[in-house]
């Protein structure tokens, strides 16, 4: 599959059309499956307790898997969620970064379907995993 944006891009990308949260997010890789992403967890991201919130872990996965659509799409500002099914399996460790690894299952012309995992960063089982569903707009 081919790569209309690279790590720069979707970096620069979010930047410009996204500052309000690039801030928290740092683009890993574009990978054959999809791309990774990280949360640079800081205390607003928290619950009661320490570990990372529910809101911070969906927010994790649908701008993973929103980068992951866009780097074989190009730059579609307005391609938006329409489901998402979210799985909590662990308390992410305190005091670590969280990543998603996305996997694009289905890239068609109006759809795109993907899993992403949540892993805490230094441990191998997931904490979370999104299945999510984008609507995108079509060519104009």
């Known amino acids: 599959m081919s790569h209309a944006m690279d790590v720069e891009a979707l970096t620069a990308f979010l930047a410009r059309d996204?500052?309000?949260?690039?801030?928290?997010?740092?683009?890993?890789?574009v990978t054959a499956e999809g791309l990774r992403l990280?949360?640079?967890?800081?205390?607003?991201?928290l619950r009661p307790?320490?570990?990372?919130?529910g809101?911070?872990?969906?927010?994790?996965?649908?701008?993973a898997v929103y980068l992951a659509i866009l780097s074989r799409i190009g730059p579609v500002a307005l391609a938006v969620t329409t489901?998402?099914?979210?799985?909590?399996?662990?308390?992410?460790?305190a005091g670590r970064d969280l990543?998603?690894?996305?996997?694009?299952?289905?890239?068609?012309?109006s759809l795109a379907v993907a899993d992403a995992l949540i892993f805490s960063e230094?441990?191998?089982?997931?904490?979370?995993?999104?299945?999510?569903?984008?609507?995108?707009?079509p060519a104009r």
């Not at 996204?18 to 890789?29: C, K, L, N, S």
């Not at 690894?101 to 068609?108: D, I």
């Open 49 to 53: 307790g320490g570990t990372v919130s």
């Open 99 to 109: 990543y998603a690894e996305v996997r694009l299952l289905k890239l068609g012309r």
């Open 18 to 29: 996204f500052g309000q949260v690039a801030e928290d997010f740092r683009v890993e890789a």
């Open 83 to 93: 489901g998402c099914a979210m799985d909590f399996m662990r308390k992410p460790a």
């Open 55 to 63: 809101p911070a872990m969906f927010g994790l996965a649908d701008v």
């Open 122 to 137: 230094g441990v191998t089982e997931p904490v979370a995993r999104a299945n999510m569903t984008y609507s995108i707009p």
């Open 38 to 45: 990280r949360l640079k967890v800081q205390e607003r991201h």
